[in-house]
């Protein structure tokens, strides 16, 4: 964080100070909620959880090195006190955003918001100092703690911003109001709790409304949705996509024979040849609202190309995909999945795995309400239409869905099987695997179907150790 004293910290919070004897001192490290992240210098924020008391750290944290507590309530070492540490945080970060030189980019979307923001920020970094969100940290507590990181070398700050519902993207572009505002898509993630698509876009929107005059607004052309939001926003528009009147736009979209998507850039100041290391075709997309960003803070087509066509995966459990010795490659992508995620990565999955066996190891997609039972119908069914070898449905109620939408369409019989949790899945893939199997492994996180992906490749470590220590 840019450096700012413990009385400056306190003013801005509106908190009292306890127990500090020299109120001057500065806080010089990072602000952190996890002790375990403490340095000299450092901001502990002490937040009460279901399972923690931040509090309760912090003699710890201080003597690690923190220069002070927010806390809300005195606990006997420096401290500011507030009623409410989460808006505290947050008006700490609106402070420090207003003194830094840096321009602000806010994203959001249904889909694919943390692997855009990745490649955003590959793209951007090579450009200037740049500070983005760590996986998916987007939401009111997360967002803050991510832009009170920069520091007045940083240049530009790329922010997540997810939504629970109508308001909180409001919320957020409070405490960070960006300059340029990107919107992906709008789908059916947490449908359930929005209650349809138009509330969806409606909150997604909320982002385009926040932007200044001189703005940006960088919206998607392929989905109607996203490019309605142009009405609601008095930035400048630009728009994306494969679309022929985006401003930035792909042709000539092929995937390579390892499933890695090709295209030619468009912008409106030229076009260059990009090949992406990422895998699936839904990945383009994301390229492009990168690329339009990267376009409209002066990056050349040609550096944006070579900053793409070098940009790897930085969040863990997205599209992560491993060779084992014995040739099985585990696409591990665990981290989350609705409907559209789903759909992408079962295509991508069939790309990589031409002439080759492929495993799509799937479990529930949560907060889809009402359409619950559709989507994993659905699901199942395109399974089939694909032709993925064999369908793994783990876990209750909606694995079930997912296995019979696959055996309906079918008549799947042993191409499809429902199993009851991770251990059973692992047992499976144990037993069946062979040399030269592709595995998709993919679930909302609750599910946690990174069990399955680790335990293959921990397999396999197993194996090649022994393979060594009996040579």
Not at 309 to 325: D, I, K
Request: charged share 20%; net charge negative; proline share 4%.
């Amino acid at each position: 964080m840019i450096a700012l004293s413990l009385a400056e910290i306190a003013s801005v919070v509106g908190g009292q100070t306890y127990d500090i004897p020299d109120s001057a001192v500065q806080v010089t490290g990072p602000v952190v909620r996890d002790s375990r992240e403490v340095e000299p210098g450092s901001l502990f924020v002490a937040f009460v959880g279901e399972r923690a008391d931040g509090h309760d750290y912090a003699a710890d944290v201080v003597a690690a090195g923190a220069a002070a507590v927010l806390a809300s309530r005195p606990v006997g070492v420096p401290a500011i006190v507030v009623d409410d540490v989460q808006r505290a945080l947050g008006a700490l970060a609106r402070h420090v955003v207003e003194r830094l030189g840096a321009t602000l980019v806010a994203l959001t979307g249904s889909v694919g918001k943390t692997s855009s923001k990745d490649l955003l920020a590959q793209v951007l970094r090579r450009h200037a100092p740049t500070v983005f969100t760590p996986g998916s940290l987007n939401n009111e507590i997360g967002l803050p703690l991510t832009a009170l990181s920069a520091t007045d070398e940083t240049r530009f700050l790329v922010l997540e911003m997810g939504a629970r519902g109508i308001g909180h993207i409001r919320y957020l572009t409070g405490l960070t109001p960006p300059k340029i505002g990107l919107v992906l898509n709008v789908g059916t993630a947490h449908i359930g709790e929005f209650g349809g698509r138009e509330q969806i876009a409606q909150a997604k929107g909320e982002l385009v409304e926040a932007l200044p005059a001189d703005g940006a607004a960088v919206l998607n052309a392929d989905d109607p949705l996203v490019r309605a939001m142009a009405s609601r926003t008095k930035a400048r528009v630009i728009l994306f996509g494969e679309a022929e009147d985006a401003d930035v736009r792909a042709e000539n979209v092929r995937l390579t024979e390892n499933g890695q998507p090709a295209f030619t850039l468009h912008t409106p100041s030229g076009c260059s040849d990009v090949t992406l290391r990422l895998y699936g075709e839904h990945h383009v997309s994301n390229a492009l609202a990168a690329a339009a960003v990267a376009h409209e803070l002066g990056m050349s087509v040609d550096e944006i190309a070579l900053a793409l066509s070098e940009a790897g995966t930085l969040s863990r459990w997205r599209m992560e995909v491993t060779e084992r010795p014995d040739g099985v490659t585990v696409v591990n992508d665990a981290y989350n999945a609705n409907p559209e995620s789903m759909r992408a990565a079962l295509r991508a999955l069939v790309a990589m795995g031409k002439g080759r066996r492929t495993w799509a190891v799937l479990g529930q997609m949560a907060e889809l309400g009402d359409d619950s039972l559709t989507e994993h119908d659905a699901v199942g069914r395109l399974a089939v239409r694909l032709n993925v070898s064999k369908l793994v449905a783990v876990g209750g109620r909606e694995a079930s869905w997912l296995q019979l939408g696959a055996y309906n369409e079918g008549s799947w019989g042993e191409e499809s099987v429902h199993v009851s949790d991770a251990q059973a899945a692992i047992d499976l893939l144990r037993s069946e695997l062979r040399p030269g199997d592709v595995v998709l492994v993919k679930a909302s996180r609750s599910v946690g179907l990174e069990r399955v992906a680790t335990a293959l490749l921990d397999d396999a470590a197993v194996s090649s150790e022994g393979q060594v220590s009996g040579r």
